[in-house]
């Protein structure tokens, strides 16, 4: 479905003779701020998306066209991997992969949002919002992955102690680079080798703020 969602994006740097990877700013939506975005839409397209959680993300245009050919999910292969950090960060990659081409939602699990998004799994569905680089126009579709699996990450989704947190945000910047290396996330099953990635980054914002007011405090005390 081709529609238009009001996300936050980044812009992504200009490509050279290799393919590099597209990065940008995500937006995990509850029902709440879906049924509010799409308000003025027309019924067809708040009747897909009503009381669903959303996540909005971008590829690159090659990837988006490819989409938008197969109408949107047709051919495309949807996957979870979850891993932890030595720092002990853990987050969850949701994958979506056309031909060659992968798109990654990078989910800190540690972040209460996304915690509030995994429990609510027990009685929701997850839908993804793909644009195009940017651009206004984007592609919508009820996710393949079960609550089963998104359920499932509960066990990692802990909140961060005090002790840790600094640690993890200055790990989490190494963490992106790596999500966007092609051979981090293996290809789907019976799937072309990847060899463009575009990377959708959930800040973890909560945790960022609580480091700031503890560094605030130090400061203040100093």
């Known amino acids: 479905m081709k529609i238009t969602i009001p996300i936050q994006r980044a812009s992504s740097s200009a490509g050279s003779q290799r393919p590099q990877p597209a990065l940008y700013f995500g937006r995990l939506m509850t029902p709440a701020q879906v049924n509010a975005a799409m308000a003025s839409y027309p019924e067809a397209v708040r009747n897909e998306l009503a009381g669903h959680w959303t996540l909005c993300g971008d590829v690159c245009p090659k990837m988006f066209a490819g989409l938008q050919a197969a109408h949107g999910e047709h051919g495309l292969h949807e996957r ?25 939602f990078l989910l800190p699990l540690f972040e209460p949002k996304v915690a509030a998004f995994l ?18 126009d984007a592609l919508v579709w009820r996710s393949r992955i079960k609550a089963p699996e998104l359920l499932a990450l509960q066990v990692l989704a802990m909140p961060l102690s005090q002790a840790v947190r600094e640690q993890v945000v200055m790990e989490y910047f190494r963490v992106v680079k790596d999500m966007t290396e092609p051979a981090r996330i293996p290809p789907a099953p019976q799937g ?20 700031d007011k503890r560094l605030m405090g130090c400061g203040m005390m100093g």
């Open 119 to 136: 429990a609510a799994m027990a009685r929701g569905t997850l839908a993804i919002s793909l644009a195009n680089n940017d651009g206004a």
């Open 192 to 211: 072309e080798a990847v060899h463009h990635v575009s990377l959708t980054i959930l800040m973890p914002d909560e945790t960022l703020r609580k480091c």
């Open 80 to 104: 979870i991997t979850a891993f932890s950090t030595p720092a002990g960060g853990s987050y969850a990659v949701l994958m979506q992969q056309r031909q060659g081409f992968q798109h990654r």
